[in-house]
Nanobody
Framework: QVQLVESGGGLVQSGGSLRLSCAAS????????MSWYRQAPGKERELVAA????????NYTDSMKGRFTISRDNAKNTVYLQMNSLKPEDTAVYYC?????????????WGQGTQVTVSS
């Protein structure tokens, strides 16, 4: 059974930091690109950051560059999102995603999300 379980969300003041974790099970974690998405109330879900299966390549949405860092530990089947210099506009539910394409079929899994609230 595939599971992605996010943790680490909460309430933080503007300028503060949080570290999100996503623990994966039920699939070959080291074969998947891992990503963090977020969805604010009334807005569409957007990509925050992604990391390739080996961790060699990362990608960030422009507004997060320099403030957020995605990383992974394949030995622990866990992906992280370090968020610094948080702003009220970072308030959202943050979701973990695992994805890969194998033999032209896309495998795509989502966690249940963790709430991040940044107060001004």
């Amino acid at each position: 059974q595939v599971q992605l379980v996010e943790s680490g969300g909460g309430l933080v003041q503007s300028g503060g930091s949080l570290r999100l974790s996503c623990a994966a099970s039920g699939f070959t974690f080291s074969s998947y690109t891992m990503s963090w998405y977020r969805q604010a109330p009334g807005k569409e879900r957007e990509l925050v950051a992604a990391i390739t299966n080996t961790g060699s390549v990362t990608n960030y949405t422009d507004s997060m560059k320099g403030r957020f860092t995605i990383s992974r530990d394949n030995a622990k089947n866990t992906v992280y999102l370090q968020m610094n210099s948080l702003k009220p506009e970072d308030t959202a539910v943050y979701y973990c995603n695992a994805a890969r394409v194998l033999y032209y079929r896309k495998y795509d899994y989502w966690g249940q999300g963790t709430q991040v609230t940044v107060s001004s």
